[in-house]
DNA sequence: TGGGCACGGATTGTCGACAATCTTGATGAT
DNA sequence: ATCATCAAGATTGTCGACAATCCGTGCCCA
């Protein structure tokens, strides 16, 4: 193994240094929603620092934030891994979300102006020809996305705050469960929430997003999946 | 051989040293939601350390801690202050409190046996003894317990997890914004929810917490304090 | 053969020292 | 007097080295 990862000025630095943290974080962040980090793989720090140029008192900063947000585990002297959320968790989380966002949904559509809609229709057109062309890393992202930005139009900071950490379990959840056909029936689920939101039948609304909530909670196929073994640096070289 | 003479130092050590963190984390959280340190206050790194006996590194990891919680706010370069919520954010908490504990509540009072809720009722009785003897401190934690464990009993783990954090705010923002005279009526409106869940009456006991979490917010006197300087040291000394 | 047991290498956890940044207070010019 | 500037001290941020712990391997003995 030749320390060619020396390379202190091709990718890394540059950075700020205060949000290079960031960066990281985000990084491992999609890689583990899009499912290319399958849970239960471990994330040595040692690995990780090479792989990104940093030293290990800073991957290990972001660890820590990846285990806040639940998305990896933190075993005292083990080490760090892909969390692994079970049925029950799973089960409890979509509850959760259809609590949350059943509200959310039924605020923006009684008072949010149509015209701030927009980006929001179109984040669902690309979720939809990303499911179209069978490109399941993006309809997720798209999706999450969408459910996000959704939410933080009802300007209720706690709200969304409380949410957040429920959807990024939750495509953690689909890359595990996930079954590749409901892409394309979520995004028809958006598209109809926005219909009711902009012509402000907010009860409508409401039950169209639980719905949507439902018919994804009902596309999980819950049979636990083998863990792959993955080269985990391969999977965060480029960083960018 | 016994195995607590190895420490016998002032006040640290003897601790696994893997949950030392927690204690000090855990004290700090208290001091702050029973007002004693009341927000704005700086808690200087170096201070923390030798109050504790700990280093620095540890002192670091609490405060991140306390900053996810959002009880603390990490200032880049410039430290770690107790949080300072606005009117807006108390706001957000109580909305999005009732919107979780009204479903919280209504599934316990469909599930739960009742014989479960017995220290749930002696945990109201204390609260309202507190309250009477003018203990306001031990009134906000009760009650801030009374809430955690209901909601637990709910047996959704997203669900509580998403409302620990609006129940610790909240806290924060009755010692800041808080009227003492509430804290009776609040143990009134525990009892209430309570008779309501054994009875087995879902919709009025989910009813009864939400008229609590309004009882609870039409009390705040959203004045803002001037922020009184303590002396953080003999604040925090009494570890234990 | 199979189950401890100890040892070496690898990995995580902790610390003290140093670098970077901010705060304070004094200085001096307008 | 007011404000800008700038050093000196105090505080936070980062790093590399060392300590503690874990894991796989080979050995020993029943």
């Known amino acids: 193994m030749s320390k060619s990862a020396k390379n202190s000025k ?98 923006v559509a009684r008072t949010v102006l149509t015209h701030r809609l927009r980006d929001l229709r179109r984040k669902v057109d690309a979720q939809e020809t990303a499911a179209l062309h069978g490109n399941r890393k993006m309809a997720i992202t798209e999706a999450g996305d969408f459910h996000r930005r959704l939410s933080s139009l009802a300007h209720n900071a706690a709200l969304a705050g409380a949410l957040e950490p429920l959807i990024l379990r939750t495509a953690l959840i689909f890359g595990l469960y996930g079954n590749s056909g409901a892409m394309f029936s979520v995004a028809e689920h958006h598209h109809r929430i926005l219909d009711l939101i902009e012509i402000g039948d907010s009860n409508e609304a409401a039950s169209a997003m639980e719905r949507c909530l439902y018919a994804l909670e009902g596309n999980l196929d819950l049979r636990r999946v083998g863990d792959a073994a993955v080269d985990v640096r391969r999977v965060l070289q480029r960083i960018l």
Chains 1, 2 share one sequence.
């Not at 491992?28 to 990780?48: D, N, Y």
């Open 10 to 107: 091709s990718h890394p630095s540059a950075e700020p240094g205060d949000d290079i943290e960031e960066v990281i974080v985000e990084h491992i962040r999609t890689r583990v929603l899009i499912g290319a980090l399958p849970p239960g793989t471990k994330l040595g720090e040692e690995l990780l620092a090479e792989t990104f140029g940093v030293t290990r008192s800073r991957i290990r900063q972001c660890l820590q934030r990846l285990s806040y947000e639940q998305l990896v585990e933190l075993k005292a002297n083990r080490g760090a891994f892909i969390a692994s959320p079970g049925i029950k968790d799973a089960k409890d989380i979509f509850e959760a979300r259809r609590v949350i966002e059943r509200v959310t949904t039924e605020i």
